[in-house]
């Protein structure tokens, strides 16, 4: 396969992972956002967590809150839970890298306040304690997982709502995580910032 024929199959097997996992999610989708945007509008602030490509999606989840995502409005509590370097290396250091997140979680976390889980694979260990300390918090959990949900599936509990990539590929789950997070924030600011 040449080297166009590879770009080609990857925006096809991307748009593959995108609808099948539309056609399985979209009402969980529109629960996720209407769960996040009544916590907000309830005063409770939205934490996010995940490793790698899934800390930058955490990451760019919190900062489309805090900024703005398209369109002007007022400013919106989230935390990346993975940004504060001392913060994160004296937990590891002190305790373990397994409690990285749930100790933020147990800091920051209240009742009413939402946990953006985020892993590919759904076994992150990290994300599974930070899951285990948001729902003894009380606090609602929006999982994005891939593959088969993993351990973090499993750990859900009733009105927590997880979104789940079709996909086997790492990065095609990544491409759909990033579509979540969008469709999201598009919905957060369409049911708290309504366009006239």
């Known amino acids: ?25 979209l009402q969980r989708i529109v629960e996720a956002g209407e769960c ?17 490509g ?15 995502f398209e ?5 919106l509590p989230a935390v990346a839970l993975t940004t504060e370097s001392s913060t994160l290396t004296a937990i590891a250091n ?3 890298y397994e409690r990285v997140f749930a100790r933020q979680v147990e800091a920051l976390g209240r009742a009413g ?8 694979s759904g076994n992150s260990p990290n ?5 285990e300390a948001a729902r003894a918090a009380d606090m609602r959990v929006i999982a994005l997982t891939g593959r088969d949900g993993g351990e973090l599936a499993r750990l859900l509990g009733e009105g927590d709502i997880e979104l789940r990539a079709v996909s086997n590929v790492t990065a095609r789950i990544q491409e759909v995580h990033l579509l979540f997070i969008h469709c999201l924030c ?11």
């Open 1 to 25: 396969m040449d080297l166009e024929q590879r770009i080609q199959q990857q925006f096809s097997d991307s748009l593959k992972a995108k609808q099948d996992t539309l056609a399985q999610s």
């Open 36 to 52: 996040m945007a009544q916590s907000l509008r309830d005063g409770g602030k939205v934490l996010s967590c995940g490793n790698g």
């Open 54 to 68: 899934s800390s930058g999606d955490a990451q760019h989840f919190s900062s489309e809150l805090i900024n703005r």
């Open 71 to 75: 369109r002007e409005r007022a400013a």
């Open 94 to 96: 002190d305790y373990s």
């Open 113 to 120: 306040d939402i946990l953006l889980a985020v892993s590919t």
């Open 127 to 131: 994300v599974c304690r930070a899951v």
């Open 186 to 196: 598009d919905q957060i600011d369409e049911r708290l910032f309504p366009a006239h």
